[in-house]
């Protein structure tokens, strides 16, 4: 069955560093999305991404955060300097249409720890 | 505007039957729900699009009632497996994001 991945699973940084989070998305999938989640609360939209630029994000997606497709396959979501807040666990997930009608499929996440 | 669901959790015994709820103050274009369980992705149940519809597939179903701008999940004899956190996910008609309420809870007990 399709999945989205995602790597890494688990990345440790220090304060300031950048970190590139990768994801591959389901291949004929056209949007693509970023979510996270910090411990124990709720999924936060960050941004979407359609036809190689961004169609939405949110007030969290600030200049820090930018977003790729360097090829056909990979989705990178980049945090230039990363802080402590930054800590969380990030989803990337992709759907056959816009998300408002049709499911998205999440990938298993990767968990950043900012020290 | 995020999704507010109740309750916040919920605690069953296996057998036992569940309702949780997702409202919104704007109108809503779809409702999606999610189930997640610890440390893992969330995984997608169904979607809801028109007003009045409802589905289901096993014993987990929704509805959704746009007037009211609400979605309801029921989980009909519940089993070990459904323990996790429900996310209802909701999109207005303009925009692609889907925004998630807080979650509820749910633990299935023996």
């Known amino acids: 069955e399709p999945e989205v991945t995602q790597t890494p699973s688990h990345q440790v940084t220090q304060m300031g560093q950048e970190v590139i989070l990768r994801c591959v998305p389901i291949?004929?999938?056209?949007?693509f999305y970023w979510y996270r989640q910090i411990l124990g609360q709720k999924v936060e939209f960050l941004v979407s991404?359609?036809?190689?630029?961004?169609?939405?994000k949110s007030e969290i997606f600030d200049d820090q955060f930018s977003v790729e497709r360097p090829d056909g396959s990979n989705f990178t979501l980049k945090i230039r300097s990363t802080k402590l807040e930054d800590s969380a666990m990030y989803f990337c997930a992709s759907s056959s249409r816009g998300a408002g009608d049709t499911e998205a499929f999440f990938g298993q996440g990767t968990r950043l720890t900012v020290v | 505007q995020q999704p507010v669901q109740s309750p916040q959790a919920v605690i069953l015994r296996e057998g036992e039957d569940a309702v949780i709820n997702c409202s919104s103050s704007k109108a809503l274009y779809s409702v999606h729900w999610y189930r997640q369980k610890h440390g893992e992705a969330p995984v997608f149940l169904m979607i809801l699009l028109k007003g009045g519809e409802q589905k289901g597939h096993d014993k987990i179903s929704a509805s959704f009632n746009e007037k009211k701008q609400q979605s309801s999940l029921y989980l009909t004899a519940s089993q070990l497996s459904y323990s996790g956190t429900y996310f209802c996910?909701?999109?207005?008609?303009?925009?692609?994001?889907?925004?998630f309420g807080k979650g509820t809870l749910l633990t299935v007990n023996p």
């Open positions: 291949s004929n999938h056209l949007y």
């Open positions: 996910g909701t999109r207005g008609g303009s925009n692609y994001k889907l925004t």
């Open positions: 991404f359609y036809n190689n630029e961004i169609s939405e």
